[in-house]
């Protein structure tokens, strides 16, 4: 029935299964993916040492760009990151009660988070099982990162080292709006690779990644088909058997990927789904002539919850995507709270609000205690694994993507081989 084999097939699509896959492709492997038509690269795309090193070794050079300034918004403070003004003078601006405390935090947390992802960019294979995370843990210790234990959550980390309210409400805001998740949630580990992450010197270029990944993909002799092909997926007890395709015929590997929601619906079994919370999306747009000269391209907005604009172009207009934690749903219209909350952001702007296309897959409620534990379990069945850092490790975005991407690819490319 299957006249095709392959080491690896990866239905649906994420960064970490496109790191995945252009990773395990350059060292000989077999690779099919099933993609979705609509997938993009995240609108916060930070650099990170996990995707620098892939950049290096896909000779990824022209993918560097200059680190993007961002804004964080609230009623009394706007601080500009990567921006034109030292941070310590911005800090000492808009927190005059507390911008040696806030800064103290912040340059632990660069310290820590460079230390943590030098770590993790060693070892990322031992995020996938709880005897790797204690590991890591231990490592973490001897290396003295310097931030107390990493596991301890954010939120009383800086109410004890930042006593001043308008300073606790715009890191509370930074924190949880990169993460999209409430800085009640987040750990300090969290906190120390986001930071780290979102001030590196570099910059990536979306569009310029995401060239350069389907480039070498299809150097390194990658295949390639569309999700729609798949008829369905036969599960056996063990494992996966093989994918059935709408053509006839058929396709089997020895391990498989699934890298988004839509991926895992098509497993016969419907306790794979995990439970989940929204990211609403929306778009605003058009906003030609309409922004200030001095919005930066990505902003924060403090609220309940916090909420992160990208400003781009689409279709030749500027255009600002918009993304904020649904979950719990609030009454009313939810584009009616959008619009009063962006009046602060765009004050005499008129726009359409508009719903996106693409679609973000699930974040999943539970946490773990361990370092940068697993929201769940990546292993699906014997062959099996997910492949999504929005599912795995949601509070870290696109570094959470990288670091599951290059851990699958290390855990796939050893039982491929055994």
Known sequence: MFQHSYDVIIIGESLASRVAAVRLAKQGYRILTFRNEHSALPNWLFSSLQLESLLETLDGRSCYTSADPFQVFTPRVRIEFNGRMPLKEELRRELPASHGQVRQVLENLTTGGERLEELLRKNARALLTPVGRGI???????HRIGLGPLNRPL????????????????????????????????TIAEAALLWHCSTRPSGISPSGLDDLLQHRYDQFHGNTEKLDAVKNIICEKNGISGIALKRGGGCAASCYLFSDERALGMLSDPN?????????????????????????????????????LALGRRNGEIACSIELNSNPPHAGDPDDRLRRRLTDVFPFAEYVLEETTATDPPRVNSRSSRLLGLTQTPRLSRNSWLC?????????????ETLVGEALAQEVAKRVKS
């Not at 930074?174 to 009640?184: K, V």
């Not at 999504?388 to 959470?400: I, K």
């Open 136 to 142: 890591l843990n231990l490592r973490r210790t001897i």
């Open 272 to 308: 794979r789904r995990s439970e989940k919370h929204g990211i609403l999306q929306r778009v605003a747009a058009p906003l030609n002539d309409q922004l200030s000269p001095l919005l930066a391209k990505r902003v924060i907005v403090s609220g309940d919850p916090p909420m992160r």
């Open 155 to 186: 939120k009383p980390y800086l109410e004890e080292h930042v006593p001043d309210q308008d300073g606790l409400t715009a890191l509370g805001t930074l924190f949880s709006g990169m993460s999209l998740t409430a800085a009640s949630e987040l």
């Open 388 to 400: 999504s850092g929005a599912m795995l490790l949601p509070s870290l975005g696109s570094c959470g």
